[in-house]
């Protein structure tokens, strides 16, 4: 490792400004390039062997955290409670209509719709104040109220 030269962050100790310098191991004199001082820096063999080591370039990716699986789930946001009931209805009142062009149909009813929260509605609507249309477990076919059955109820 003779001769090799890295590059280090100094600081120096009149001025205290940070310095980007290219030291070989050993002693080295080094000027400020702010105030001119002159102070000596060695650089010791390990320092040198330690930054040798070639990196992979590759950033690290983060680990995602663990879900915590006893924690109760996000609150729906206004438009997802509302797009989860349009697309509903939509598909119930057009049964043709593919999902895609249901959701572009119910997307453009939530522009004037009175739970959107450019237009007065809540930003995080408790769903029992809800309008019956708009709540995510009823559906209104033909402007009638049907609920919809619950799994291991006999009708």
């Not at 290219?22 to 102070?39: D, N, Y």
Request: hydrophobic letters at 40%.
């Amino acid at each position: 490792m003779a001769g090799a030269m890295q590059w280090f962050q100094v600081t120096c100790p009149s001025c205290a400004a940070p310095l980007q310098v290219r030291l070989p191991e050993g002693v080295t004199s080094i000027q400020c390039s702010q105030c001119k001082a002159v102070f000596a820096v060695q650089v010791q063999p390990t320092a040198l062997a330690a930054q040798a080591q070639p990196t992979t370039g590759k950033r690290s990716r983060k680990r995602k955290a663990e879900k915590d699986t006893n924690a109760a789930p996000r609150a729906l946001s206004a438009y997802n409670v509302f797009m989860k009931g349009e697309v509903a209805k939509v598909k119930s009142q057009h049964p043709e209509l593919a999902h895609r062009e249901a959701f572009k149909l119910a997307a453009e009813r939530w522009q004037a719709s009175p739970m959107n929260p450019q237009n007065g509605g809540e930003r995080f609507p408790v769903l029992s104040d809800l309008p019956n249309d708009q709540d995510p477990e009823l559906l209104l076919e033909n402007d009638e109220l049907i609920t919809q059955p619950t799994a291991g109820v006999a009708s």
